[in-house]
């Protein structure tokens, strides 16, 4: 028996079982199904829905001052079946002003609004409200289904000095992430999303169309997500035309270069400059700015079907030798998840990496910390750009379920792992960095992976990273490679470019699998479960062994029998999660022996077990 924390028991009393053979609903989730806004096929219901913005956004600063002024239109569309009375506006960066992780906070940080329209109409905004990272602010008139309304707003405000997910990464470089005013996504199933952000949780936003129009002193490269439209205005023709080459070759170019920068033949030498991006269709914009970071770039194919390339480019100071390897750890990166696992191409035109301080991922763009060991440093890439999958190509509430982005990153990232450090490399990153601590951990206080994470009051990285991932690769392991990739495209063709939650998950991997999966997604998902075997006792059969194995852990997670023979020599018989299927709590597995039997060991492998001590039984 197993203790349910407070948290999830509550969660699972709220819920709604539809029939015996299904998992646990929440009550918005089921009128969700009975709205028919989701399905229990898991695809998107024909009354699905989600709003959507046009952002038109310019910013200028000049360092090293660290102040921001923007100003942007918003047409925001109401595509939902509800009345809007009001908004609620995110200001993310507020988080600053709060204090977070254990930093004290800063009451200038945050964003000021010198002034908001609505349609035309000065609208009141209380700049003086502690409420971080949320404002509603009441509409005149409500915004009704199907219709839109016109947002223009005012604002400045100070660049946080803090090293973190946006910054001042030095006097003369930035990195401005979560930096505009933004309506929160108001979905189908919670309505707004009101989750404040106080420095540890992450993201949930909408898809919308962007222009950024980025205005810096000459001599300064922006970098930023989407399509750079106007690189013969803002650069000097011979890096113009290296950033153009740039795109249809594998070998790196170097735009700018120390002696480039030196010599002031990178931008177009005006008192200012003006960068403008577009995107389509995405879920945030970013941008870096420096005066004395290198840029190097090349491309790679993404989409052999049409022969389509992906720019790969770099941002960083010249002493760092791990980012001259960043354009070439890219290119491998996306290449090979386009290629292999998810095996969906690149969405994107382009990824950036610039060095800053967050190893934090956004569209089209990392945040990558310097790193000494250049493994790490290829981990933590690998790690950052698979997040375009997770929660980018899938519009993901991280801020309330990371584990279905976090736990894809980490999986993908001991995935690809393996072909570029080998099987046991990759086996012994992936235990030194994502298991091995919670293995070796306490258990008493362990909560399920649903429990959402503002709930989750132990061992969150855990169930958000390793945990997750474990479901993940055990699910693998138990369908084979072809049928989890199936249920896996399944899963992505129905929710690219929407909003999935963790039963949309569930049920697209059981339609795409064609198999009943509830017991294994109750097991990993429901339960505050972790990882221990046990011999019970082995029994001498006809040809082989009879194994009794108690699950004292919980968890259904594959094993290998390993039979070692009094020559010393070894057999290894492997047992995927199927066989947890009837049974969680013990099972009898047969193996077959040639020789004479030494022992008999339980190995897990990556699944690392919490006592190993009693995971062999010795012949006598």
């Given at each position: 028996?197993?203790?349910?924390?407070?948290?999830?028991?509550?969660?699972?009393?709220?819920?709604?079982?539809?029939?015996?053979?299904?998992?646990?609903?929440?009550?918005?989730?089921?009128?969700?199904?009975?709205?028919?806004?989701?399905?229990?096929?898991?695809?998107?219901?024909?009354?699905?829905?989600?709003?959507?913005?046009?952002?038109?956004?310019?910013?200028?600063?000049?360092?090293?001052?660290?102040?921001?002024?923007?100003?942007?239109?918003?047409?925001?569309?109401?595509?939902?079946?509800?009345?809007?009375?009001?908004?609620?506006?995110?200001?993310?960066?507020?988080?600053?002003?709060?204090?977070?992780r254990g930093r004290a906070g800063n009451p200038m940080a945050g964003v000021i609004v010198d002034d908001l329209q609505i349609n035309g109409v000065k609208t009141a905004w209380d700049n003086a409200a502690?409420?971080?990272?949320?404002?509603?602010?009441?509409?005149?008139?409500?915004?009704?289904?199907?219709?839109?309304?016109?947002?223009?707003?005012?604002?400045?405000?100070?660049?946080?000095?803090?090293?973190?997910?946006?910054?001042?990464?030095?006097?003369?470089?930035?990195?401005?992430?979560?930096?505009?005013?933004?309506?929160?996504?108001?979905?189908?199933?919670?309505?707004?999303?009101?989750?404040?952000?106080?420095?540890?949780?992450?993201?949930?936003?909408?898809?919308?169309?962007?222009?950024?129009?980025?205005?810096?002193?000459?001599?300064?490269?922006?970098?930023?997500?989407?399509?750079?439209?106007?690189?013969?205005?803002?650069?000097?023709?011979?890096?113009?035309?290296?950033?153009?080459?740039?795109?249809?070759?594998?070998?790196?170019?170097?735009?700018?270069?120390?002696?480039?920068?030196?010599?002031?033949?990178?931008?177009?030498?005006?008192?200012?400059?003006?960068?403008?991006?577009?995107?389509?269709?995405?879920?945030?914009?970013?941008?870096?700015?420096?005066?004395?970071?290198?840029?190097?770039?090349?491309?790679?194919?993404?989409?052999?079907?049409?022969?389509?390339?992906?720019?790969?480019?770099?941002?960083?100071?010249?002493?760092?030798?791990?980012?001259?390897?960043?354009?070439?750890?890219?290119?491998?990166?996306?290449?090979?998840?386009?290629?292999?696992?998810?095996?969906?191409?690149?969405?994107?035109?382009?990824?950036?990496?610039?060095?800053g301080f967050a190893d934090m991922e956004y569209p089209m763009m990392v945040n990558d910390s310097h790193e000494?060991?250049?493994?790490?440093?290829?981990?933590?890439?690998?790690?950052?750009?698979?997040?375009?999958?997770?929660?980018?190509?899938?519009?993901?509430?991280?801020?309330?379920?990371?584990?279905?982005?976090?736990?894809?990153?980490?999986?993908?990232?001991?995935?690809?792992?393996?072909?570029?450090?080998?099987?046991?490399?990759?086996?012994?990153?992936?235990?030194?960095?994502?298991?091995?601590?919670?293995?070796?951990?306490?258990?008493?206080?362990?909560?399920?992976?649903?429990?959402?994470?503002?709930?989750?009051?132990?061992?969150?990285?855990?169930?958000?990273?390793?945990?997750?991932?474990?479901?993940?690769?055990?699910?693998?392991?138990?369908?084979?490679?072809?049928?989890?990739?199936?249920?896996?495209?399944?899963?992505?063709?129905?929710?690219?470019?929407?909003?999935?939650?963790?039963?949309?998950?569930?049920?697209?991997?059981?339609?795409?699998?064609?198999?009943?999966?509830?017991?294994?997604?109750?097991?990993?998902?429901?339960?505050?479960?972790?990882?221990?075997?046990?011999?019970?006792?082995?029994?001498?059969?006809?040809?082989?062994?009879?194994?009794?194995?108690?699950?004292?852990?919980?968890?259904?997670?594959?094993?290998?029998?390993?039979?070692?023979?009094?020559?010393?020599?070894?057999?290894?018989?492997?047992?995927?999660?199927?066989?947890?299927?009837?049974?969680?709590?013990?099972?009898?597995?047969?193996?077959?022996?040639?020789?004479?039997?030494?022992?008999?060991?339980?190995?897990?492998?990556?699944?690392?077990?919490?006592?190993?001590?009693?995971?062999?039984?010795?012949?006598?």
């Amino acid at each position: 028996m197993y203790r349910l924390t407070v948290a999830i028991a509550a969660f699972l009393l709220g819920c709604t079982v539809v029939n015996a053979q299904t998992l646990p609903v929440p009550p918005e989730i089921q009128d969700a199904y009975t709205k028919g806004t989701r399905t229990l096929s898991g695809k998107p219901g024909k009354n699905y829905w989600q709003n959507h913005g046009r952002y038109n956004i310019s910013v200028s600063m000049a360092p090293p001052s660290n102040v921001i002024t923007g100003t942007e239109q918003i047409t925001y569309f109401n595509n939902s079946p509800d009345a809007l009375k009001q908004l609620n506006i995110k200001l993310i960066v507020n988080v600053h002003r709060a204090g977070s992780r254990g930093r004290a906070g800063n009451p200038m940080a945050g964003v000021i609004v010198d002034d908001l329209q609505i349609n035309g109409v000065k609208t009141a905004w209380d700049n003086a409200a502690d409420t971080t990272t949320n404002q509603m602010v009441d509409l005149a008139k409500p915004l009704m289904p199907h219709d839109s309304l016109k947002m223009n707003i005012q604002w400045h405000y100070q660049l946080s000095k803090t090293q973190g997910r946006d910054g001042v990464i030095d006097s003369t470089t930035f990195f401005l992430a979560y930096f505009y005013p933004r309506v929160s996504v108001y979905d189908d199933y919670r309505g707004w999303d009101t989750q404040p952000h106080l420095g540890s949780l992450e993201f949930y936003n909408d898809f919308n169309d962007y222009t950024l129009n980025v205005t810096v002193p000459k001599n300064y490269i922006v970098w930023a997500t989407g399509t750079l439209r106007n690189p013969n205005q803002v650069l000097q023709p011979r890096a113009a035309k290296l950033l153009t080459e740039s795109m249809t070759g594998d070998s790196t170019i170097h735009i700018a270069t120390p002696q480039d920068l030196a010599n002031k033949t990178v931008t177009a030498q005006n008192a200012t400059n003006t960068w403008t991006w577009t995107a389509a269709n995405i879920s945030d914009m970013t941008v870096g700015v420096s005066d004395h970071y290198d840029w190097d770039a090349a491309s790679v194919v993404v989409d052999d079907k049409n022969h389509r390339r992906a720019s790969v480019q770099a941002a960083f100071p010249d002493a760092s030798e791990d980012f001259h390897h960043s354009v070439q750890f890219s290119r491998y990166a996306l290449g090979w998840f386009s290629h292999n696992w998810p095996g969906v191409p690149y969405p994107f035109v382009k990824s950036t990496a610039f060095q800053g301080f967050a190893d934090m991922e956004y569209p089209m763009m990392v945040n990558d910390s310097h790193e000494k060991a250049l493994d790490f440093a290829e981990l933590v890439q690998d790690h950052e750009q698979a997040h375009t999958y997770f929660p980018f190509y899938m519009g993901i509430n991280e801020s309330r379920y990371p584990f279905m982005d976090e736990g894809w990153a980490t999986t993908l990232e001991y995935l690809i792992g393996i072909t570029e450090k080998g099987q046991k490399g990759a086996d012994d990153f992936y235990k030194q960095f994502r298991v091995t601590r919670w293995a070796r951990g306490p258990h008493t206080k362990e909560q399920a992976i649903i429990t959402p994470a503002p709930d989750v009051t132990f061992g969150a990285g855990n169930n958000f990273y390793g945990k997750p991932s474990l479901s993940y690769l055990a699910l693998k392991d138990m369908l084979g490679d072809d049928l989890f990739k199936k249920a896996l495209h399944t899963y992505m063709n129905n929710w690219n470019g929407k909003h999935p939650i963790p039963w949309d998950y569930f049920n697209s991997m059981k339609t795409g699998s064609g198999k009943d999966l509830d017991w294994f997604f109750t097991n990993w998902f429901y339960t505050p479960s972790y990882i221990d075997l046990a011999i019970d006792k082995a029994t001498k059969t006809g040809n082989g062994y009879a194994i009794d194995i108690k699950n004292i852990g919980g968890f259904a997670v594959p094993f290998d029998v390993v039979v070692t023979y009094a020559d010393g020599t070894t057999e290894r018989f492997h047992q995927t999660p199927i066989v947890w299927e009837k049974d969680q709590k013990q099972i009898s597995v047969t193996v077959k022996a040639t020789k004479d039997v030494k022992s008999l060991t339980l190995d897990g492998g990556i699944f690392m077990d919490a006592n190993e001590k009693d995971n062999t039984w010795t012949a006598q």
